[in-house]
């Protein structure tokens, strides 16, 4: 069942306008960053992916940003439109090579006014 | 390309009955696929990981006997809840791990269970 007290980050954006989207990731050894879209009542949906020897890369409307030093992603959405409303997850791979798992953050729900 | 099926969609089920949950890799191939649980308002919760022709491995504080996972090809992995209850309720959404594109991970529509 629902966790009570368990709130979303909530960012309301002008249709038009930028979003950014943060998050803090926790493992110094992640080395392998993911952003994910989720809509209500679909899985996650791949956005953009970065790896640790970058500290930026683009893609279709969307920039992520990546700042090892203080463990910091941020994904950047140009001219927001009504249809990006969603859940964003960012998602690391903590273990390196070994496992492939992926720990998320708790999301971020993004809100376009039109 | 990179399409990840689930089936059902949806399911109610009356508590104490197993129920059955398929995930497919429509066209690629998944050595590794992942199966998550999610509740309203938060985040995935990662189950278990399913390798294929292997037993899977579980999470810590997630039920083996409760959650079978049967992984036996490269495009299909399935979730069987046991015994279902109330508190099994959930959303549960398989990923599936691309060969070819390591640590990349394609999500499934996800599945939601209601058991009464």
């Known amino acids: 069942g629902e966790s009570v007290g368990l709130h979303l980050p909530t960012l309301s954006v002008q249709e038009g306008d930028n979003s950014i989207i943060n998050c803090a990731y926790s493992n110094s050894a992640s080395d392998y960053f993911i952003w994910y879209k989720q809509e209500s009542g679909k899985g996650p949906q791949f956005i953009i992916d970065i790896r640790s020897n970058m500290d930026k890369r683009q893609g279709q409307r969307v920039t992520v940003l990546l700042n090892k030093t203080v463990k910091h992603l941020s994904l950047q959405i140009a001219a927001t439109q009504p249809g990006d409303s969603a859940v964003y997850f960012c998602a690391e791979n903590p273990s390196g090579a070994g496992s492939y798992q992926l720990t998320f953050g708790k999301g971020t729900k993004l809100s376009v006014i039109p | 390309g990179a399409v990840v099926s689930q089936h059902p969609s949806w399911v109610i089920c009356k508590s104490g009955t197993s129920v059955k949950i398929e995930c497919r890799s429509l066209?690629?191939?998944?050595?590794?696929m992942f199966w998550y649980r999610q509740f309203p308002k938060q985040s995935l919760m990662l189950m278990a990981t399913s390798n294929e022709g292997s037993k899977a491995t579980y999470e810590q504080g997630v039920e083996k006997d409760k959650f079978l996972i049967n992984h036996a090809s490269l495009t299909l992995s399935t979730l069987t809840v046991t015994s279902a209850h109330p508190e099994d309720s959930s959303f549960y959404i398989c990923?599936?791990?691309?060969?070819?594109?390591?640590?990349?991970?394609?999500f499934g529509p996800g599945t939601r269970l209601l058991v009464l």
């Open positions: 990923s599936a791990r691309d060969i070819l594109v390591r640590e990349t991970q394609y």
């Open positions: 066209d690629f191939q998944a050595t590794t």
